[in-house]
């Protein structure tokens, strides 16, 4: 293993070629690294970015071991990565986050338990991996609900809304049967998520309260600071420290919240840089990837101040669809910064790009933001 901190020269691996894999690169190579990144797709958006894109499947073992023997340091931009592949890297080199922190999260039923054996808050839920588990799941929860698959869900997807017993049953038969969490739901009154990052001695940098707006399960757009109570935020921080701190965390994560009566309840974990932390790229000291980089190298985190309100808008495939998007109108204001991941197709609801509103007022931005979010 080499020994740390790795400096710029060395050469760092991802697992996943997505738009978060591509951002890292860019942030990596900008730093002087070099990147591997292994992804089966010929055209993802960090093999475009990177030294060398390894074609082949994550659990490839041949694809693993050249990986792992040709990088200093792994890391991943997903959490669907078999946590066996991470372990299989850690024979050869440094990996963060490491495999048992990343197979509680990308498992819903395990991180939803993990939450309440760690007593952190959530919704109401149940664990329903048989028929038999329903009307338990169901009393525990209550109606409305929402059964949620356990693995690879993503952006509202493996999802149903239920209303009754009835509705659960067909919902459960649907998904084949396949483990879920049964959740009930909460009064939204509104979703905030904090970025952070965990170094190897346990020190923190948190990133500030992003205010997170859904569509159809997808984000939409973040607005930082977070317009909640100034105590709301501090718990928050709170909370996503002492969630990093008990999973021994290393490397960037992100925790999503609910804001339900007043209480902030633990909604997922994403074992990665993530969307609500895009905000990062242009309206902080340091971003999320730059984090990732110096997590990853075992440097000093970054500063993650605010240097400026900022509104950060999705850009999906759906502005494809009417002749858009119009890139004229979005890039003729000096404050809006665009940032787009390079994918040929575009399809309704796929991550295209996003853009940060940057404004001394809050306001302003967000105004900005909505008017541009129309005329795209
Ligand atoms: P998830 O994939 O679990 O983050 O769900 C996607 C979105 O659906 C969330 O960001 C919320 O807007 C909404 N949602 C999920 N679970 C609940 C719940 N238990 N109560 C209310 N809304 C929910």
Same mark, same amino acid.
């Given at each position: 293993?080499?020994?740390?901190?790795?400096?710029?020269?060395?050469?760092?691996?991802?697992?996943?070629?997505?738009?978060?894999?591509?951002?890292?690169?860019?942030?990596?190579?900008?730093?002087?690294?070099?990147?591997?990144?292994?992804?089966?797709?010929?055209?993802?958006?960090?093999?475009?970015?990177?030294?060398?894109?390894?074609?082949?499947?994550?659990?490839?073992?041949?694809?693993?071991?050249?990986?792992?023997?040709?990088?200093?340091?792994?890391?991943?931009?997903?959490?669907?990565?078999?946590?066996?592949?991470?372990?299989?890297?850690?024979?050869?080199?440094?990996?963060?986050?490491?495999?048992?922190?990343?197979?509680?999260?990308?498992?819903?039923?395990?991180?939803?338990?993990?939450?309440?054996?760690?007593?952190?808050?959530?919704?109401?839920?149940? =664990?329903?991996?048989?028929?038999?588990?329903?009307?338990?799941?169901?009393?525990a929860t209550g109606f409305p609900a929402i059964l949620k698959v356990s693995r690879f869900g993503y952006d509202g997807?493996?999802?149903?809304?239920?209303?009754?017993?009835?509705?659960?049953?067909?919902?459960?038969?649907?998904?084949?049967?396949?483990?879920?969490?049964l959740e009930g739901f909460v009064n939204l009154e509104r979703e905030v998520s904090v970025v952070l990052a965990r170094?190897?001695?346990?020190?923190?940098?948190?990133?500030?309260?992003?205010?997170?707006?859904?569509?159809?399960?997808?984000?939409?757009?973040?607005?930082?600071?977070?317009?909640?109570?100034?105590?709301?935020?501090?718990?928050?921080?709170?909370?996503?420290?002492?969630?990093?701190?008990? =999973?021994?965390?290393?490397?960037?994560?992100?925790?999503?919240?609910?804001?339900?009566?007043?209480?902030?309840?633990?909604?997922?974990?994403?074992?990665?840089?993530?969307?609500?932390?895009?905000?990062?790229?242009?309206?902080?000291?340091?971003?999320?990837?730059?984090?990732?980089?110096?997590?990853?190298?075992?440097?000093?985190?970054?500063?993650?101040? =605010?240097?400026?309100?900022?509104?950060?808008?999705?850009?999906?495939?759906?502005?494809?669809?009417?002749?858009?998007?119009?890139?004229?109108?979005? =890039?003729?204001?000096?404050?809006?910064?665009?940032?787009?991941?390079?994918?040929?197709?575009?399809?309704?609801?796929?991550?295209?790009?996003?853009?940060?509103?940057?404004?001394?007022?809050?306001?302003?931005?967000?105004?900005?933001?909505?008017?541009?979010?129309?005329?795209?």
């Amino acid at each position: 293993m080499s020994k740390l901190p790795l400096l710029p020269g060395a050469t760092l691996g991802i697992l996943g070629g997505g738009q978060l894999g591509r951002m890292f690169t860019i942030a990596a190579r900008t730093m002087g690294y070099k990147v591997m990144v292994l992804d089966p797709d010929p055209q993802s958006p960090a093999g475009q970015m990177a030294d060398v894109h390894l074609q082949a499947d994550y659990t490839d073992h041949g694809a693993l071991k050249k990986l792992g023997e040709a990088c200093a340091a792994v890391t991943t931009e997903f959490e669907n990565v078999p946590a066996e592949s991470l372990i299989e890297l850690a024979k050869n080199c440094r990996v963060s986050p490491g495999a048992d922190a990343v197979a509680i999260v990308q498992d819903r039923s395990r991180e939803k338990s993990w939450l309440a054996d760690n007593g952190f808050a959530t919704a109401p839920f149940a =664990l329903i991996n048989n028929e038999a588990d329903l009307e338990a799941g169901a009393k525990a929860t209550g109606f409305p609900a929402i059964l949620k698959v356990s693995r690879f869900g993503y952006d509202g997807k493996g999802q149903f809304r239920v209303a009754s017993a009835e509705e659960l049953k067909a919902a459960f038969a649907e998904l084949k049967g396949i483990a879920c969490v049964l959740e009930g739901f909460v009064n939204l009154e509104r979703e905030v998520s904090v970025v952070l990052a965990r170094d190897d001695a346990g020190q923190c940098a948190l990133f500030p309260v992003a205010e997170n707006r859904h569509e159809n399960g997808i984000l939409d757009v973040s607005i930082v600071p977070a317009r909640v109570a100034d105590a709301l935020a501090q718990t928050a921080i709170d909370m996503a420290r002492n969630v990093a701190g008990k =999973l021994g965390y290393v490397g960037v994560m992100a925790v999503e919240f609910f804001v339900a009566d007043g209480k902030l309840l633990v909604n997922e974990i994403a074992p990665r840089p993530h969307n609500s932390g895009h905000y990062t790229l242009d309206a902080c000291a340091t971003d999320q990837f730059e984090q990732q980089v110096r997590a990853l190298c075992g440097l000093p985190l970054g500063d993650t101040r =605010l240097l400026s309100p900022v509104v950060m808008v999705n850009i999906l495939g759906d502005r494809w669809v009417n002749g858009g998007p119009h890139w004229d109108k979005l =890039l003729a204001h000096p404050n809006i910064k665009l940032h787009l991941y390079g994918k040929e197709t575009a399809r309704p609801g796929r991550k295209m790009g996003h853009f940060n509103v940057l404004d001394a007022n809050l306001d302003e931005a967000l105004s900005l933001a909505e008017n541009m979010r129309q005329k795209l």
